[in-house]
């Protein structure tokens, strides 16, 4: 096949420009300019057959592309979090990350390499000899930019090309799904959930040191004791989520010195339980004092008045902690006689 077969925008107009040998070395350019060696076509250039090949070559890899994505969004959606198996021979991983992994790279790697092949293949590959110039662009200069710029969209074959143009742009729609599918590790939104926690009537109070139901014995006066609902343990996957609402203090106190009238009422011997999360921003509390009865959050320092229903003496926090009534069952052991009556923790809650 002859040059004349060559399709028109894919000769290389600059071909004696550019191949010209410049200079031979001098005073003022010691270095001689080689020029360019003899440009070579490709097989592309002069066979339309090849290049509908690297055609569909390109496509092919965008279209992987595109399913690899709708791969990650089904891995993402029905893939079980806890579920792990083998890989060899990096062993045992959890099958979800694997599986987004795995896919979302396939699709970002496709369109690279969609868009290299494309490039090595069916653009323009005319060598072209740039001269060494001001860094400020005349508007001459930014004429032939732009000029060079629509050339080269030309060149690209980007509007004759239309299934590899079809495919691109619908791998690159698709490839930002794989963001948007993991703002679903924003929800699912709480609803009431953070308005209940697992403190019911007949709970028992568990010491969360011991891991033994608390009896009001083992309560001594002055001292700051945790507690758990009875039922939740540690390995259960959401502890963390029901330890956060439902952790307790518990405070004996002289019925004497209880000043409110409800804290007393719902205490035992006074045995007082209130909520162990700042209504602040939700630190746990733990510094006791027991002369004065108060209690300090380490966070943002906090203060709360346990003989006169928790208010808040000092400190950022907007209001009293939350108390839990308690009583005693048949057996003798401590146990709640309801939830909270309000939202525990911080108390932002209690205006949504
Ligand atoms: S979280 Fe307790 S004072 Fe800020």
Same mark, same amino acid.
């Given at each position: 096949?002859?040059?004349?077969?060559?399709?028109?925008?894919?000769?290389?107009?600059?071909?004696?420009?550019?191949?010209?040998?410049?200079?031979?070395?001098?005073?003022?350019?010691?270095?001689?300019?080689?020029?360019?060696?003899?440009?070579?076509?490709?097989?592309?250039?002069? /066979?339309?057959?090849?290049?509908?090949?690297?055609?569909?070559?390109?496509?092919?890899?965008?279209?992987?592309?595109?399913?690899?994505?709708?791969?990650?969004?089904?891995?993402?959606?029905?893939?079980?979090?806890?579920?792990?198996?083998?890989?060899?021979?990096?062993?045992?991983?959890?099958?979800?990350?694997?599986?987004?992994?795995?896919?979302?790279?396939?699709?970002?790697?496709?369109?690279? @390499?969609?868009?290299?092949? =494309?490039?090595?293949?069916?653009?323009? /590959?005319?060598?072209? @000899?740039?001269?060494?110039?001001?860094?400020?662009?005349?508007?001459?200069?930014?004429?032939?930019?732009?000029?060079?710029?629509?050339?080269? &969209?030309?060149?690209?074959?980007? +509007?004759?090309?239309?299934?590899?143009?079809?495919?691109?742009?619908?791998?690159?729609?698709?490839?930002?799904?794989?963001?948007?599918?993991?703002?679903?590790?924003?929800?699912?939104?709480?609803?009431?959930?953070?308005?209940?926690?697992? =403190?019911?009537?007949?709970?028992?109070?568990?010491?969360?040191?011991?891991?033994?139901?608390?009896?009001? #014995?083992?309560?001594?006066?002055?001292?700051?004791?945790?507690?758990?609902?009875?039922?939740?343990?540690?390995?259960?996957?959401?502890?963390?989520?029901?330890?956060?609402?439902?952790?307790?203090?518990?405070?004996?106190?002289?019925?004497?010195?209880?000043?409110?009238?409800?804290?007393?009422?719902?205490?035992?011997?006074?045995?007082?339980?209130?909520?162990?999360?700042?209504?602040?921003?939700?630190?746990?509390?733990?510094?006791?004092?027991?002369?004065?009865?108060?209690?300090?959050?380490?966070?943002?320092?906090?203060?709360? /008045?346990?003989?006169?229903?928790?208010?808040?003496?000092?400190?950022? &926090?907007?209001? @009293?902690?939350?108390?839990?009534?308690?009583?005693?069952?048949?057996? +003798?052991?401590?146990?709640?006689?309801? /939830?909270?009556? #309000?939202?525990?923790?911080?108390?932002? =809650?209690?205006?949504?």
């Amino acid at each position: 096949m002859s040059s004349q077969d060559i399709p028109e925008e894919n000769l290389p107009a600059e071909q004696d420009h550019a191949h010209a040998a410049v200079t031979v070395a001098d005073e003022k350019n010691p270095f001689a300019d080689p020029g360019l060696p003899p440009h070579e076509h490709r097989i592309q250039d002069i /066979d339309e057959r090849a290049a509908k090949r690297s055609e569909r070559v390109v496509a092919l890899l965008f279209t992987v592309s595109m399913l690899a994505t709708v791969g990650f969004i089904v891995s993402y959606v029905a893939i079980p979090h806890d579920k792990s198996i083998f890989v060899f021979p990096i062993g045992h991983v959890s099958a979800l990350n694997f599986a987004l992994g795995l896919t979302l790279g396939t699709a970002l790697f496709c369109i690279g @390499a969609g868009a290299v092949h =494309w490039a090595r293949t069916l653009m323009s /590959d005319v060598e072209v @000899a740039d001269e060494r110039h001001a860094i400020a662009a005349s508007p001459e200069v930014r004429a032939q930019v732009h000029a060079d710029f629509k050339q080269g &969209a030309k060149e690209s074959a980007i +509007g004759r090309r239309g299934l590899i143009r079809t495919t691109m742009f619908g791998a690159l729609a698709l490839v930002p799904l794989s963001g948007v599918m993991l703002l679903r590790d924003l929800g699912p939104l709480p609803g009431t959930s953070l308005r209940h926690t697992l =403190w019911a009537k007949g709970k028992l109070l568990v010491n969360m040191n011991t891991n033994q139901p608390l009896r009001p #014995e083992d309560v001594a006066v002055g001292s700051l004791t945790f507690a758990k609902p009875e039922g939740l343990e540690e390995a259960q996957e959401d502890f963390q989520n029901e330890i956060a609402k439902a952790a307790l203090m518990i405070i004996r106190l002289q019925p004497d010195n209880i000043k409110d009238k409800r804290e007393l009422e719902w205490s035992h011997q006074g045995i007082v339980a209130f909520s162990k999360i700042c209504t602040h921003v939700g630190c746990p509390i733990s510094l006791y004092e027991q002369q004065t009865h108060h209690v300090l959050c380490p966070c943002h320092q906090s203060t709360f /008045d346990l003989s006169d229903g928790a208010r808040v003496i000092f400190g950022p &926090a907007g209001h @009293a902690l939350p108390q839990l009534r308690i009583g005693v069952n048949d057996e +003798g052991y401590l146990q709640a006689l309801g /939830d909270f009556e #309000e939202p525990v923790g911080p108390a932002f =809650w209690e205006r949504g």
